[in-house]
């Protein structure tokens, strides 16, 4: 597995009729690394984890997988890479080691062997006391954990997880994302998994935001953040528009209205509201301030709000 | 190899165990063809006599291998509606990333579904002497023989739609325009010789005519004069053959474009 990068997309493309999921995308995830995709629903992200998963075809470009074509080479790619789907793929009416096995076999492992190592994920996972109740059964938590139990059961090289927090609740969430951890670093899995959440990005050792298409902005969620210069201050009043034209005119500060409120990317913020305050008296309602978000470098480089963007592009859901 | 087999293997055994945990599709799989026969049987048998093959006997007698047609046809359609449910609930998904090819992922439903089917047929053939066939252990060996090949074709063109499909709904409306024609117009329910001619013609050139020909030659393999008048078996077996290997292509060629 050495020499390759674990993900390598070159040029990736594809369309829908005339919308564009995919323009054209760059991007490479080393080997034993945690990469997460970040970005609203629609934006491209249930394309390329089907484009990488050899679900679908791209119509432009490809993606190597430890030096393999996701286009060409899908069978091979496939012995090397485990999925977790946004819906656990278990089969209700099986039970959780059953679905373990029967995965199993679609890698040729079979028999006692094949047994054991299944139980030994199960026992991993906190699962040893579910192995014989149907997957119905289980909490939408739980039936995660399968999944993820599954997936690694085959031991993959690169482990492709689609939104795995969607529909957990926040302890959920953390527990997932510490397994996810720890499946790093004890067995060298490289992981890239697809997120709407900003927390799950930024416990990712990099992060890509992808936006229509596009990979607006790569790399450790700390450099992101850091290419923000300063602090962030969103003001909250009745005539965002106005007090944005007079920011400008007054400090020469770039104030752009986002979601009805006045947003402001600047160094020692504090003595800026300070200012602010004292000058316009009576138009500011509210004010709040702190460290960049990698939902302000989406902002930045988008325009947008992140939870806008979110709602605005319901069409994914039917095409995935 | 060996993950083709296992493979094919695992979710021929998957369909088993989920009919299984599923009672009131037990319930419905041994009720409904019992049901069937003796209300449509006993309803018909007054009023319809059938001329040519099975003249002599009575409907509910006629009707009985149609039936055992109809049990397998049913299941079939069945277990491949199961194949657009497995995608909803994305099991399938998975087996899609797996490095399975997809031939045994089809040979693997076609045959579970096959499975099932004969079960129930098995169950069905049990009632055999209260209808007149002279069932011999020639003659059921024979019939199985024969369900089974009808089983797989059915199940495989079943798939072959199935894995087109995005929706059950879909699925049904194909279902009553192309599976139950094809069941009705196979010499099951009436015969090619009692007919409008056109629809004897349509029913010369309906494959699984020559299916429900060959299992009533199975079924009267002791009084071959009843049968007389049907089509062979040399001619049946081969497009019996035919129609099945044909479908278990599409559908594999099906299962190759889908994206789960």
Do not use: C
């Not at chain 1, 939104?163 to 992981?191: H, K, M, V, W, Y």
């Not at chain 2, 094809?182 to 090619?192: D, Y």
């Amino acid at each position: 597995m050495t020499g390759f990068p674990a993900l390598a997309v070159e040029g990736l493309r594809h369309a829908y009729g005339d919308r564009l999921a995919l323009a054209g995308i760059d991007f490479q995830v080393d080997s034993g690394e945690i990469f997460s995709l970040l970005g609203p629903n629609g934006g491209g992200k249930t394309t390329l984890f089907k484009i990488l998963t050899t679900l679908m075809k791209p119509q432009g470009g490809d993606a190597r997988i430890f030096g393999r074509s996701v286009v060409s080479d899908a069978a091979a790619v496939r012995e090397n890479i485990g999925v977790v789907f946004q819906e656990p793929s278990l089969d209700p009416k099986l039970t959780t080691l059953e679905n373990m096995i029967h995965h199993g076999h679609f890698f040729g492992m079979r028999g006692r062997q094949l047994r054991d190592e299944a139980m030994t994920l199960l026992v991993a996972f906190g699962l040893k006391d579910r192995a014989g109740d149907l997957t119905e059964t289980l909490s939408g938590g739980l039936r995660r954990r399968v999944e993820l139990a599954k997936a690694l059961l085959p031991d993959p090289d690169l482990l492709l997880a689609d939104e795995p927090s969607t529909g957990l609740d926040p302890g959920a969430r953390l527990e997932f994302a510490a397994q996810l951890q720890r499946l790093r670093n004890e067995r060298g899995t490289t992981i890239v998994l697809t997120t709407h959440f900003m927390e799950e990005a930024d416990r990712s050792d990099r992060v890509g935001i992808i936006d229509e298409g596009h990979i607006v902005a790569i790399g450790r969620p700390g450099e992101l953040k850091e290419s923000i210069g300063g602090e962030i201050v969103i003001i909250q009043t009745n005539y965002p528009e106005s007090l944005s034209e007079k920011l400008n005119d007054r400090f020469g500060q770039e104030a752009p209205v986002v979601d009805g409120s006045v947003r402001i990317e600047i160094p020692r913020a504090h003595e800026f509201i300070a200012k602010v305050v004292d000058a316009f008296p009576g138009e500011v309602d509210s004010f709040s301030f702190g460290r960049p978000t990698l939902e302000d470098v989406f902002i930045q480089k988008t325009g947008r709000n992140f939870r806008g963007a979110l709602e605005k592009a319901p069409w994914e859901e039917n095409a995935g | 190899m060996i993950v083709f087999f296992l493979s094919a293997g695992t979710l021929w055994k998957r369909e088993i165990v989920r009919f299984l945990r599923q009672r009131s599709r037990i319930i419905g799989a041994l009720g409904q063809p019992i049901l069937f026969w003796l209300l449509l049987g006993s309803g018909f048998g007054e009023s319809f006599r059938p001329s040519g093959a099975g003249a002599s006997a009575g409907y509910l007698e006629y009707f009985y291998p149609g039936i055992l047609v109809m049990v397998i046809l049913f299941t079939a359609i069945f277990a491949t509606i199961a194949v657009v449910e497995d995608r909803k609930e994305r099991f399938l998904q998975a087996v899609l990333v797996a490095p399975v090819p997809r031939s045994a992922i089809v040979l693997g439903q076609a045959l579970g579904a096959t499975t099932l089917a004969l079960l129930q047929g098995f169950i069905l053939l049990a009632a055999a002497p209260w209808t007149g066939v002279p069932l011999t252990a020639a003659s059921v060996a024979a019939a199985a023989g024969v369900m089974f090949l009808i089983g797989f074709s059915l199940t495989s063109l079943g798939l072959a739609i199935a894995w087109r499909m995005e929706s059950t709904q879909g699925f049904h409306s194909i279902m009553n325009l192309v599976l139950l024609p094809l069941w009705i117009l196979s010499g099951a329910v009436f015969p090619a010789a009692s007919a409008h001619p056109w629809l004897g013609w349509v029913m010369k050139i309906n494959p699984l005519t020559y299916g429900v020909a060959w299992l009533r030659r199975a079924l009267y393999a002791a009084q071959p004069e009843v049968v007389a008048d049907l089509p062979g078996v040399g001619i049946s077996l081969a497009i019996t053959i035919v129609f099945g290997s044909i479908s278990f292509f599409m559908a594999v060629r099906h299962a190759e474009k889908s994206e789960g």
